[in-house]
């Protein structure tokens, strides 16, 4: 085991959940990490996106990332 146990929050609304969501960069460096709770489609979605950064930036190509806007995810070769 690698020592991380997964912790279940419940928020009392939908926008106190995205707040967090929003926010969850604010802990990179830390042992914390948040995930939002994604079906079973949207997991596929995001595993298809991050199979092609991968293939992509193998092939050299630079300047992308991952966007994730809360309704689909896609690649952004927009950015500096």
């Given at each position: 085991?690698?020592?991380?146990?997964?912790?279940?929050?419940?928020?009392?609304?939908?926008?106190?959940?995205?707040?967090?969501?929003?926010?969850?960069?604010?802990?990179?460096?830390?042992?914390?990490?948040?995930?939002?709770?994604?079906?079973?489609?949207?997991?596929?979605?995001e595993?298809?996106?991050?199979?092609?950064?991968?293939?992509?930036?193998?092939?050299?190509?630079?300047?992308?990332r991952?966007?994730?806007?809360?309704?689909?995810?896609?690649?952004?070769?927009?950015?500096?």
């Amino acid at each position: 085991k690698n020592g991380y146990r997964t912790l279940k929050v419940s928020l009392q609304n939908s926008e106190e959940a995205l707040s967090v969501i929003r926010k969850r960069t604010s802990l990179k460096g830390r042992d914390v990490f948040v995930s939002p709770d994604l079906t079973a489609m949207q997991r596929g979605v995001e595993s298809r996106v991050r199979d092609e950064f991968r293939r992509r930036t193998k092939d050299g190509e630079t300047n992308l990332r991952i966007k994730y806007p809360f309704s689909s995810y896609k690649l952004d070769t927009q950015f500096q």
